[in-house]
Nanobody, 125 residues
Framework: QVQLVESGGGLVQAGESLRLSCAAS????????MGWFRQAPGKEREFVAA????????YYADSVKGRFTISRDNTKNTVYLQMNSLKAEDTAVYYC??????????????????WGQGTQVTVSS
């Protein structure tokens, strides 16, 4: 079993940056990938970014390409989401997720076994 703890959310103005962190503990050796999703009020949870643990291959939603960067620190079992040039439409609760299964990509919520509690990101325009 893997446990995830997110941190780093907050309130920023449009154009500013934030970095989210997600620390994994437990059976982290079984993880194939970690990802970030977000959910705005009244909307479905949507994919943001993911990173495959074996080779650091990354995946991004089109809406965040060029602005967000996902990275990892193996020594800390932590994944980061650096968010630059934030927009009001990035406002959402951001969730970290981990999976112990292999997929060709990791863009669906159903690909993931474990979820963090979520952290609020609010971007004022």
């Amino acid at each position: 079993q893997v446990q995830l703890v997110e941190s780093g959310g907050g309130l920023v103005q449009a154009g500013e940056s934030l970095r989210l962190s997600c620390a994994a503990s437990g059976r982290t050796s079984r993880m194939y990938a970690m990802g970030w999703f977000r959910q705005a009020p009244g909307k479905e949870r949507e994919f943001v970014a993911a990173i495959r643990w074996s080779d650091s291959t990354t995946y991004y939603a089109d809406s965040v390409k060029g602005r967000f960067t996902i990275s990892r620190d193996n020594t800390k079992n932590t994944v980061y989401l650096q968010m630059n040039s934030l927009k009001a439409e990035d406002t959402a609760v951001y969730y970290c997720a981990a999976t112990t299964r292999w997929y060709s990509d990791y863009v669906r919520p159903s690909d993931y076994d474990t979820w963090g509690q979520g952290t609020q990101v609010t971007v004022s325009s």
